[in-house]
């Protein structure tokens, strides 16, 4: 008797105790999938975009096919938790922002620094962390707007892209929250992150006539954004964000069109594996950096009027490799040093190295930067050529 | 049955008790017989029997014939002739088809076997089904069962013992075991748990197991019942214990550990690989069959960024317009589960499948359509249904039934919280029985490597010398159960 009754005190007191009693049904809330955020005269201008799923009756209103209806809810505050707040004045449920898939910056706002609205985005406990982050040329609120023709809920273009991008292209990498968090925080490197924009895209039918509806508000992935600390100084195009990538070797299934000896024609060369380091190293009293690339990729494609291949030997392939390589890290380089952010963290890397001597060049690092000698060392490999070894002639 | 009058007078004064006493019955038969003198003397007989159970002709022709015939009664009578000392006794063997003789020079009342009871002949197992290995199953038949237990395991290690159960009705329970498999101290005890049991007319093994168990009432079972011979040899011959009893077409097996529930008659005679597969996979069921209820309706109400977006919006497109709240629909449509599961098995063999397609078609697809239920709550308790079932113990599934409700209720209040907290009332119940003093969870807790393979599967035999009984080291611990039991 008196040990179930402490048993059940026990038992009733962890339950009642916990304060766990916040129950939200799935139909008291609406979800929101990306979050713009941008500046309008000093205060957040913040878009949610919300999510319900069609209504059953309504047409394609199955339970796993047709687009969700999708609508922007837009709140002026100074913070974000305010706006929040004030979008839940326009939204007949609860707004739950744990399915937010993605945070859009608008350009102004990111000029301005992105930090503040970290605050609230990490301290959330409804965000997720791997919540990826965007910037967008423009403003997010305009961005929002995308209905990808492809996708069930806008929030996924970007998710789509992200993978897409980071992975097959192999172009910018594509940031997480916490990751943007971590970053920012660290010494001597900077952040990038992938620019998407909004396209308003004609889809004609098959009668040549274009095609009502929302399709064509299309996401297009337009490069990256380049910060200092926190605020986006710059642009790189989609050719040059790569350098980035091959820096810390996580170019994978990328298509690298190296120029033959006839500058117009190309060999495009897929990669299997990349790994990559960036090194800063003090040689008599003078800061030098270093940018090691080993590249494996196969030959694809070939337009080339010489022989890339002789027999077994693919050194003339692994040459034009590495050339492209070298290239595409020489044009990153150029901009890096030209805006003065340290995407590639060579400071990071002399930090770790010799923390008083970046201590001392931490104010002026982005003149540093653009003074100091920079070698780049490629390795190429070219293990396959396809199922040809020999150009490929009609004669 | 000590406190019935005796019976150990002359002829006519145990005619005169029995006359009125156990005479009254219908279809009584008293019959006097006159036998032929012996040395001058005049001798004569008396029989009493039941007409009704009692094999006639053999009366006529291997008691009374020979018996007119001047030799002793019982002597053409493969049964061995037993003396009835009380008036119980007399009663007890006269309705088992026996036939009392008391002859006029003798104080003693004999009593003959010559019941001929008809039984079911031997059928194939109902609820234990098989696709390989034997298909005999056991029968009312006490005798008949414990044939074949012999003659599937000839040893001389084989020991059958009865013990008879209950006062003024005694049954008898046989309890067949290996010799050196079990302790002394597990036999002890189920002889004498069988002993203690002082319900008469005891008509099932199942009516035993609350007397046999450690614990009287659990909710998962903590003894194994069979109807298939095969599987009771297999255990026997491992160290266990079986306790039949007559009129029960079943056998118990005893220590039945918590891992022993996920073998199914099959596992005996199927290549290993497979059977390692089909025991995790039921370990899986049992564990899906538990907790699925309450982790929708948790997902559903409290913790709505646990699944991916998209399933999300799956679900809530579902849910819009769903009348009753996930805790409220996931209760009704579980106990409706139940009610047509109860119903199919209620129902004769011919109008079963009629439920199951009203039941489960007509009232699955109407509730969807109707817009009373979502179509994933429907999925999830027939997944979780379909689980259950794939148990191979009906007993664990009904387990899994009672702690689906309580998770369910706990999931509805708390969320994943109170789930996780039934979840540890069901741990700490687990790890706290024991079956004849065996911990109920070993080999897992305590851990033995080489039993839990072989529970698993993995190993072709169990280890060395022990069977599948539980290991040297398993009935230390049973010992020290039964230790503690006797200082408390």
């Given at each position: 008797m008196t040990r179930s009754f402490r048993l059940a005190v026990v038992l009733l007191a962890s339950l009642l105790l916990s304060g766990c009693w916040s129950r939200r049904e799935l139909t008291d809330v609406s979800f929101v999938g990306l979050i713009g955020v941008d500046l309008e005269d000093d205060q957040y201008l913040v878009t949610f975009n919300v999510i319900a799923p069609k209504q059953a009756g309504q047409e394609g209103g199955g339970a796993s096919q047709g687009r969700a209806d999708v609508w922007s809810v837009t709140a002026t505050a100074f913070s974000l938790d305010e706006a929040v707040g004030k979008a839940n004045q326009l939204v007949s449920r609860d707004i739950t922002l744990a399915h937010v898939r993605a945070i859009v910056f608008g350009e102004t706002f990111a000029r301005k620094g992105i930090a503040p609205a970290l605050d609230f985005l990490l301290r959330s406990v409804e965000?997720?962390?791997?919540?990826?982050?965007?910037?967008?040329?423009?403003?997010?609120?305009?961005?929002?707007?995308?209905?990808?023709r492809q996708e069930r809920v806008p929030a996924e273009g970007?998710?789509?892209?992200?993978?897409?991008?980071?992975?097959r292209s192999g172009i910018t990498p594509a940031r997480r929250l916490i990751e943007v968090a971590n970053i920012l925080q660290e010494e001597g490197i900077d952040l990038t992150l992938p620019l998407f924009r909004r396209a308003d895209m004609k889809h004609p039918n098959p009668d040549g006539e274009e095609e009502a509806g929302s399709g064509a508000r299309e996401l297009i992935y337009g490069g990256a954004g380049i910060f200092r600390g926190d605020r986006l100084v710059g642009w790189l195009s989609a050719d040059q964000a790569r350098g980035a990538l091959w820096s810390v070797g996580r170019v994978s299934r990328a298509a690298l069109a190296a120029p033959c000896e006839d500058p117009e024609k190309r060999a495009v060369f897929r990669v299997r594996s990349s790994e990559g380091s960036v090194r800063t190293t003090v040689r008599d009293q003078k800061i030098e950096g270093e940018i090691r690339v080993k590249v494996v990729a196969d030959l694809n494609e070939s337009a080339c009027s010489e022989q890339i291949v002789r027999g077994g030997d693919l050194s003339r392939a692994e040459e034009m490799l590495a050339k492209q390589v070298r290239t595409e890290l020489t044009e990153t380089l150029a901009l890096l040093r030209e805006t003065g952010s340290d995407y590639l963290g060579f400071g990071q890397s002399l930090y770790r190295r010799a923390p008083s001597i970046f201590r001392a060049?931490?104010?002026?690092?982005?003149?540093?930067?653009?003074?100091?000698?920079?070698?780049?060392?490629v390795e190429a490999q070219v293990p396959r050529t396809g199922q040809m070894k020999q150009r490929y002639r009609a004669e | 049955m000590g406190h019935s009058p005796r019976l150990d007078a002359d002829l006519e004064s145990t005619r005169q008790l029995i006359h009125e006493t156990i005479s009254q019955q219908a279809g009584f038969v008293t019959r006097e017989l006159s036998l032929p003198p012996q040395s001058g003397?005049?001798?004569?007989?008396?029989?009493?029997?039941?007409?009704?159970q009692v094999d006639v002709k053999r009366l006529e022709t291997h008691v009374l014939l020979p018996m007119l015939e001047g030799r002793e009664p019982g002597s053409l009578v493969g049964r061995p002739a037993m003396t009835i000392r009380d008036l119980d006794s007399a009663s007890w063997a006269v309705n088992r088809g026996h036939v009392l003789v008391q002859t006029s020079d003798s104080n003693q009342v004999l009593s003959?076997?010559?019941?001929?009871?008809p039984f079911r002949s031997v059928d194939v197992p109902k609820t234990e089904g098989s696709v390989s290995g034997p298909s005999e199953s056991f029968t009312e038949s006490l005798p008949n069962n414990l044939s074949q237990i012999r003659r599937r395991f000839p040893s001389p290690d084989l020991r059958v013992e009865n013990v008879f159960i209950g006062d003024r009705a005694p049954i008898e329970a046989v309890i067949a075991y290996k010799m050196g498999g079990p302790t002394r101290k597990m036999l002890k005890t189920i002889r004498e748990r069988l002993h203690a049991v002082k319900q008469d007319a005891v008509q099932d093994v199942g009516q035993l197991t609350e007397a046999l168990s450690d614990i009287p009432v659990t909710l998962f079972p903590t003894i194994l019942t069979t109807e298939r011979p095969d599987v009771v040899i297999q255990y026997v011959t491992g160290g266990r214990i079986a306790v039949f009893l007559e009129n029960s077409p079943r056998a118990l097996i005893m220590p039945a550990l918590f891992m022993d529930f996920f073998v199914s008659p099959d596992d005996f005679y199927e290549a290993r690989p497979f059977v390692t597969f089909l025991r995790t996979l039921r370990f899986l069921a049992f564990n899906m069959a538990i907790p699925l209820p309450a982790i929708y309706v948790s997902v559903t109400t409290y913790h709505l960024q646990a699944l991916p977006t998209l399933l999300t919006l799956n679900l809530l497109q579902q849910r819009?317009?769903?009348p009753l709240p996930p805790p409220v629909e996931a209760l009704v449509m579980s106990l409706l589960f139940e009610i047509l599961r109860e119903a199919s098995v209620r129902l004769p063999r011919a109008i079963g499948p009629t439920v199951s397609i009203v039941g489960g078609l007509v009232i699955g697809e109407a509730a969807i359509r109707?817009?009373?239920?979502?179509?994933t709550m429907v999925l999830v308790v027939t997944a979780t249904a379909v689980a259950a079932f794939s148990l191979p113990s009906p007993t664990l599934a009904n387990t899994a039934t009672y702690y689906r409700f309580g998770l369910l209720l706990l999931a509805s209040t708390f969320g994943f919280f109170g789930l996780?907290?039934?979840?540890?009332?069901?741990?700490?119940?687990?790890?706290?029985?024991?079956?004849?003093?065996?911990?109920?969870?070993?080999?897992?807790?305590?851990f033995q490597l080489e039993q839990m393979l072989y529970a698993l599967g993995l190993r072709p035999r169990p280890p060395k010398g022990a069977g599948n009984r539980p290991s040297p080291s398993l009935t230390r611990e049973a010992e020290r159960f039964y230790e503690g039991d006797a200082g408390s």
């Open positions: 965000v997720r962390p791997t919540a990826w982050v965007t910037v967008t040329t423009g403003s997010a609120n305009n961005f929002l707007e995308i209905r990808p970007p998710i789509g892209f992200n993978d897409l991008v980071q992975a060049h931490e104010k002026k690092w982005p003149e540093t930067l653009a003074e100091m000698p920079v070698r780049i060392v | 003397v005049a001798r004569w007989a008396v029989l009493w029997y039941l007409q009704a003959l076997d010559l019941s001929n009871f819009q317009g769903a109707s817009g009373l239920t979502a179509p996780l907290l039934g979840y540890l009332v069901v741990l700490a119940n687990l790890s706290s029985m024991s079956s004849l003093g065996v911990p109920y969870t070993a080999p897992l807790f305590p």
